[in-house]
């Protein structure tokens, strides 16, 4: 496998091998961006600036059949939180890029004018783009497509990317060929729009460069693994990620108009069982793949009464942000918006707390999904009401000089309320990543270790441990590739070593594969101390402190020095 270098002053590429002297071997997708982000990016650089790196890589398992493992991770210094950032994504191009010998593409200088890049079995090709300028990613996609063939795989950056917002997206098309499928947490599409590259093309081969040493290990470790996780995950395969509205809304921990409940009274209204209902009345699709190894298959095709494509796939995180948080109560409304932002190029957790804020401000009307629609719009033109909008939560709180903003790191809190989910205040409080769910996702059920005791969910009983060792094996996974459904715990992590050990004829132990994941965070955490972004300042916003949310009466209550000395045990 090879690291593929753009030069977009020069327009040129060079390419360097990975293989076991490498000091990349063991490094892939977040782990391999983290590390490049940790040694060649001036921490203090401005992350629209030419100093700054995007990082394009896939998982030292992708380009293999193991479960879930065609994820793409995208990482640079980010716009939103200034620190170190990671964001992936499903779809088709990770898969078609570790075929053709690629483990990332790295992304260096500033192209003169809006660039297109073209990589296919034999080179890399930079081509102008300026006649894609502005458009949303549906227009752009499609008129790939007709250029080049539906087979290609794509990331791409819609208006929002290239006016530069904090608050947007990286696309890829989705196994459908929709751009459905987004790296959203970061302002990263806002790096690639810096770097004046409006997509990137990625050809299908006919022959794969992925070598696994030892195949008929390989598939005795990953053929039960496989089945295990499709016979577990039906409930997850039949409702997808939106399963969990009416859940969260009954444990309490719903986020609901921005952040002052923690159940929302039409949850069944946006719930995973209506979801489903309303898709398979219309005829849309269930059971979908979000990349070509996903076994769990939880993604929709969402249609219209007409059966016309909205949007693929309706998510948990999209629901809540802008459905309970924002008291918008339609699927079909909440459909619209995700469309939009898919188009655009906007992160929907981003957005519906931004506009969960506004409404909270009494700028807009609760539940007027209209008005998200029309902004929206307002952020494709770059007006003022979308610079305004396009920023990020944390910025429209600094515009209207308000300080209660769920934020943590000027990235918006996602959909799992902390004073109820007492794991996910760690996750939030001290990942390097910023108040992102899925950088330890502390829910009810995920259990690291099976042999161990965390308490109950409402407790702060044993969650530090818990939050650490999903934020580690979380990062494991995420440097192999894989979706974290699949499992960050011990079981997944011995089940990691020994297919690692047979694709690449090593023998690794579970413990060695875990020190992988704590390696990572470490270079997280180091690069984000240089660029200002301390440990000491490891905390929620004050209001999850003050404000009891109904109806379970809870608040944050973990001491501040639990989030500020939390990774000393990295280092013990």
């Known amino acids: 496998m090879k690291i593929a270098r753009l030069d977009l002053n020069t327009l040129s590429v060079r390419f360097e091998e990975i293989d076991k002297n490498s000091k990349y071997f063991l490094f892939g997708a977040r782990g391999l961006s983290s590390k490049i982000i940790s040694e060649e990016v001036p921490p203090d650089c401005d992350p629209l600036g030419v100093k700054n790196k995007l990082i394009i890589a896939n998982g030292l398992l992708t380009g293999t059949p193991f479960p879930n493992s065609a994820r793409t991770s995208v990482g640079a210094k980010s716009p939103l939180t200034g620190g170190i950032k990671e964001a992936n994504a499903g779809g088709r191009p990770a898969m078609m890029l570790a075929r053709l010998g690629i483990r990332a593409l790295v992304l260096e200088g500033k192209a003169s004018s809006k660039t297109l890049i073209l990589i296919n079995d034999n080179s890399i090709k930079l081509e102008s783009a300026e006649k894609f300028a502005g458009l949303g990613n549906y227009e752009l996609h499609e008129r790939l497509k007709n250029k080049y063939g539906d087979k290609i795989g794509i990331y791409s950056i819609g208006p929002a990317g290239e006016w530069m917002y904090k608050n947007s997206t990286i696309a890829t098309n989705d196994i459908e060929g929709f751009p459905s499928r987004h790296a959203g947490r970061g302002g990263i599409g806002a790096v690639m729009g810096s770097k004046n590259v409006k997509a990137i093309v990625v050809f299908p081969t ?303 132990t579970r413990e060695d594969v875990i020190n992988i994941g704590k390696k990572i965070l470490k270079l997280e955490i180091e690069f984000n101390e240089k660029a200002g972004i301390h440990q000491r300042d490891n905390d929620l916003p004050s209001f999850l402190r003050e404000e009891p949310v109904s109806p379970t009466n809870l608040t944050v209550t973990f001491a501040r020095k639990d989030f500020q000395d939390f990774w000393k045990r990295l280092y013990e």
């Not at 997808?240 to 159940?263: D, H, Y």
């Not at 009307?365 to 009401?385: C, F, M, P, V, Y």
């Not at 610079?387 to 903003?405: A, D, M, P």
Request: charged share 25%; net charge negative.
């Open 206 to 508: 006919k022959t794969s460069q992925v070598k696994i040493h030892d195949l008929q290990q390989f598939r005795k470790i990953i053929k039960p693994f496989a089945k295990k996780l499709a016979e577990t995950k039906e409930a997850l395969s039949v409702y997808g990620t939106a399963l969990g509205v009416r859940i969260m809304s009954e444990i309490g921990g719903l986020p609901t108009q921005n952040f002052r409940k923690g159940s929302y009274e039409d949850a069944n209204n946006i719930s995973g069982e209506k979801l489903h209902e309303i898709v398979i009345n219309r005829g849309g699709k269930k059971r979908l793949p979000c990349s070509p190894t996903c076994v769990i298959k939880c993604s929709n095709y969402y249609v219209d009464e007409k059966g016309n494509h909205v949007t693929s796939s309706l998510e948990y995180e999209t629901i809540f942000a802008n459905g309970s948080n924002c008291l918008i109560n339609d699927l079909d409304a909440l459909a619209q918006i995700d469309h939009y932002c898919d188009d655009i190029g906007v992160d929907t957790i981003e957005f519906g707390d931004t506009i969960a804020l506004a409404m909270d401000a009494g700028k807009i009307k609760w539940g007027d999904h209209e008005r998200a629609l029309e902004i929206l719009e307002e952020i494709r033109k770059n007006s003022d009401t979308g610079k305004l909008y396009g920023n990020g939560v944390y910025e429209l709180g600094r515009q209207l000089n308000i300080t209660r903003i769920p934020h943590v790191k000027k990235q918006g809190i996602s959909g799992y309320d902390p004073r109820v989910f007492k794991g996910m205040s760690v996750t939030y409080a001290t990942s390097p990543q910023g108040a992102d769910h899925t950088a330890g996702a502390a829910i009810a059920g995920r259990v690291p270790d099976s042999d161990r005791d965390y308490g109950d969910l409402t407790e702060n009983s044993h969650k530090l441990e818990l939050s650490c060792e999903l934020q580690v094996y979380t990062t494991v996974l995420d440097s192999m590739g894989c979706c974290y459904f699949i499992g960050p715990d011990v079981g997944t992590m011995k089940i990691v070593a020994g297919a690692l050990n047979a694709m690449y004829d090593l023998r690794l």
